[in-house]
């Protein structure tokens, strides 16, 4: 039996389960984060199918989302009763605002959705969630802070990860939705991955959306799938 202290849980922005956009891009990853149902992924010229489950392994694993804050155990007396209502509570006191249109793009060295411009209200949701639920999070294992390779991060993403628990928050967040784990230096595969991707979900991505809820997502034992359990809705 799983121990509630295993488990792990993590805020997100996902596309409600009814858009284009979400059902474009669980079929993308090849899993759906609602179900739990393996979804047969589109066909990229030049990729077999199984390279490119292998290249799409990592966002499978977590689901389509974009991260506010990152997966995390839950602080001693903490519950995930608990976490649901004050998620739901300070959902409801937010207001829905228009996200800018996502593209299709390298970010880093995996392929990503990110928004065309800047947008201040999308790094301050995500400050905010940072902030807000910390209080539920259980402190860092010595053998979580080296999975995030310390010595390769800078010193102020080492500062951020001792204060918060992950180092790419506040000032090093960037809003974005992965489609990949990390590529090959492979120019000819990341343009074709990039293409069969802006085919795939470039339409849906580039429409206007509201940011109008946030999304926990918990993983009910080490290794297992994340699974969404719980949508807050924004002035609900």
Not at 44 to 72: N, S, W
Not at 82 to 106: C, D, K, N, T, Y
Request: proline content about 8%.
């Amino acid at each position: 039996m799983t121990m509630d202290s295993e488990k792990r849980y993590a805020l997100y922005y996902a596309p409600h389960e009814t858009s284009a956009l979400w059902r474009a891009g669980s079929a993308w990853i090849g899993r759906c984060a609602i179900s739990g149902d393996a979804i047969k992924p589109p066909e990229v010229p030049g990729i077999c199918a199984q390279q490119f489950a292998a290249l799409t392994a990592a966002p499978r694993h977590y689901g389509f989302h974009a991260t506010l804050k990152a997966p995390f155990r839950l602080a001693e007396g903490a519950t995930q009763e608990i976490l649901v209502a004050e998620v739901r509570a300070w959902g409801a006191g937010q207001s829905p605002f228009q996200m800018p249109r996502l593209e299709v793009r390298i970010v880093d060295d995996f392929l990503a959705l990110a928004p065309c411009s800047p947008h201040r209200r999308l790094d301050s949701i995500a400050a905010e969630c940072v902030k807000q639920f910390d209080h539920l999070r259980a402190p860092l294992t010595d053998a979580e802070v080296e999975r995030r390779n310390p010595r390769r991060l800078s010193e102020h993403a080492v500062e951020l990860m001792g204060l918060w628990g992950y180092p790419f928050v506040m000032d090093l967040f960037r809003f974005h939705l992965s489609l990949t784990g990390a590529l090959p230096e492979d120019g000819s595969l990341r343009e074709s991955l990039q293409s069969a991707a802006s085919t795939e979900i470039g339409p849906p991505a580039g429409a206007p959306a509201q940011f109008d809820s946030i999304c926990l997502f918990e993983e009910a034992a080490p290794g297992a799938d994340f699974r969404l359990v719980a949508r807050a809705p924004f002035g609900a």
